[in-house]
């Protein structure tokens, strides 16, 4: 199009057009540089035997088959499930409680959510360092309160499950904020009609509550799992993978792998394969969340 004086001008539907690409451009080429091109060049690096600092040449699928057969890495997938399994269904679960406890308080509502949801701000170190001095062996509150002195992160037994639950305490305020906005945006007529027709507390929470935190709590389930399998800090910073490589999970193992141990083809071997488990787990996990939307 042009203008009087013979000048190209651009239509109102191309601005319209061109104006949302342009308040993307900068989150496209942060992307691009930040997660397409180094995911391109680990998925390079995991073909070649190349170590921290300099490049050798390429090896083919040597680091894949390598790592089908090592050990150390499907104990570590073996300690990262286990974690998982020690805190997604609790966290949503209890998420869920204390959200419903809250929605019913009448007074202090904001005071107790604010409360709940203060350790989820903390940084990981500041979360680990208070772990510690809760779960201390000699002058920790839990032990102080059972009478013990069990050196919980000591022990093979105990590491895992105190890690969990420390994790647990650190991030279930996060939960608890959303089940609570999807609690407040369920239309209380469905409440007051349900009253009317003489419903019970399982009913109206099984027939209204529920159905309609459903998308939600499938949601909730869903982030958890991620970042249970995406597990790193709690465990280096608590137990450093120990006692006994208990509780070393696959991004510690892979860490010591590229960084300690300096083999960083074989550490991207790990990281391809372990991102790979992860979209095979989420694409099993929104199967099943379909059925279950599907059946009801």
């Known amino acids: 199009m042009y203008n009087q004086d013979g000048q190209k001008t651009i239509s109102a ?15 496209l080429l942060a992307f691009v540089l930040f997660f397409v091109l180094p995911a391109l060049q680990t998925l390079q690096l995991s073909f070649t035997d190349s170590g921290l600092t300099e ?16 050990p150390g890495f499907w104990s570590a997938m073996l300690h990262t499930g286990y974690f998982s399994l020690l805190t997604v269904v609790p966290l949503t679960a209890l998420g869920l409680v204390m959200a419903m406890l809250i929605n ?7 005071t107790v959510q604010a409360i709940f949801f203060i350790p989820n701000i903390l940084p990981i170190a500041v979360m680990a360092m208070i772990s510690s001095w809760m779960l201390h062996p000699t002058f920790g509150v839990v032990n102080l309160v059972a009478g ?3 050196a919980w992160f000591n022990d ?4 895992m499950p105190m890690v969990a639950l420390a994790t647990i305490w650190w991030t279930v305020g996060f939960n608890v904020l959303l089940f609570l906005a999807a609690l407040k945006n369920i239309p ?27 998308p939600v709590t499938l949601m909730v389930f869903g982030l ?73």
């Open 13 to 27: 539907s191309a601005g319209k057009t061109l104006i949302p690409w342009m308040m993307l451009m900068p989150f």
């Open 188 to 214: 209380q007529d469905l409440y007051e009609a349900a009253g009317l027709d003489g419903a019970t507390r399982w009913g109206t929470f099984r027939y209204i509550t529920w159905r309609q935190l459903r």
């Open 55 to 70: 490049t050798h040449g390429y090896v083919g699928l040597a680091n894949y088959v390598e790592l089908l057969q090592d």
């Open 224 to 296: 958890q799992l991620v970042a249970s399998l995406k597990i790193f800090g709690q465990t280096y910073l608590l137990t450093g993978g120990g006692p006994f490589d208990s509780t070393k999970v696959v991004l510690h193992y892979m860490y010591e792998t590229g960084f300690v141990n300096q083999n960083a083809g074989y550490a991207s071997a790990i990281a391809v394969t372990f991102v790979l488990i992860i979209l095979l787990i989420l694409l099993l996990q929104s199967l099943l969340s379909r059925f279950i939307n599907r059946r009801s």
């Open 156 to 159: 093979p037994d105990f590491a």
């Open 148 to 150: 013990t002195q069990v």
């Open 104 to 110: 019913r308080l009448s007074y202090f509502a904001s």
